[in-house]
């Protein structure tokens, strides 16, 4: 039930395309969704983050859409740069645990063609 | 990775040696992390702790220990290294308040146990 599920393990898409990462996670006291964006030799930055009151969160051309039915959320970049070219990692936590932990999926290597 | 320094960058040591990796933070911050980095396995937590002198076990804890003596410092330690414990070790520190908006996370340690 602390599993947060990741998907696809690698994804290819042209420059200009729209890479769609999904995550999935069965814990409905997870509240609080964070992407990171790392890149090689560093470590993960944070990229966007939601809230489950939101469905839709926008950040210049990443966004997270949310559906707290389905316990399902996605990151989208939309026109998609060879720069993107990093591994993302969703995750979750409960912000009410106090200890802020972090549950991450296994993580999704784009490559983005020029 | 500015405020969080990892040290060593890389490391090749002996089965059964023990190895310790260092984490500094400049951040202030209260909460920190030790997390390890696996193909096919994202990002899994080993140790954190939430206070100087106050630290729990993550997921992946066996055979791993962590001292926290002052709020920048927090060092892990392989008690007796095994081959399973090639990794890439991510430290990451986040501040009351602050940790549901994101870790820094630092430029990590390469561990090579051979």
């Known amino acids: 039930q602390q599993q947060v599920k990741q998907s696809p393990q690698s994804l290819i898409v042209q420059k200009g395309g729209i890479s769609i990462i999904n995550c999935a996670y069965e814990n409905t006291a997870f509240d609080y969704f964070p992407w990171y964006q790392q890149f090689p030799g560093k470590g993960p930055a944070l990229l966007i983050a939601?809230?489950?009151?939101?469905s839709e969160k926008k950040e210049g051309r990443f966004t997270i859409s949310f559906n707290k039915s389905a316990k399902q959320f996605s990151l989208h970049i939309m026109d998609s740069q060879p720069g993107d070219s990093a591994t993302y990692f969703c995750?979750?936590?409960?912000?009410?645990?106090?200890?802020?932990?972090?549950?991450f999926g296994t993580g999704t290597r784009l490559k983005v063609l020029a | 990775d500015a405020g969080i320094t990892q040290s060593p960058r890389h490391k090749v040591t002996e089965t059964g040696t023990p190895v310790t990796l260092r984490c500094h933070q400049t951040?202030?911050?209260?909460?920190m992390y030790w997390y390890r980095q696996d193909p096919g396995h994202g990002l899994r937590l080993i140790h954190y702790s939430y206070g100087v002198k106050d630290t729990d076990k993550g997921e992946v804890s066996d055979g791993y220990s962590v001292s926290r003596s002052k709020t920048e410092d927090f060092l892990l330690t392989l008690e007796s290294a095994t081959s399973s414990q090639t990794s890439v070790y991510f430290c990451?520190?986040?501040?009351?308040?602050?940790?549901?908006?994101?870790?820094?996370f630092g430029s990590g340690t390469r561990l090579t146990v051979v």
């Open positions: 951040e202030n911050h209260r909460y």
């Open positions: 990451a520190s986040a501040n009351q308040g602050m940790a549901n908006y994101g870790y820094t």
């Open positions: 939601i809230r489950p009151d939101v």
């Open positions: 995750a979750a936590s409960i912000s009410g645990s106090g200890t802020y932990k972090y549950i």
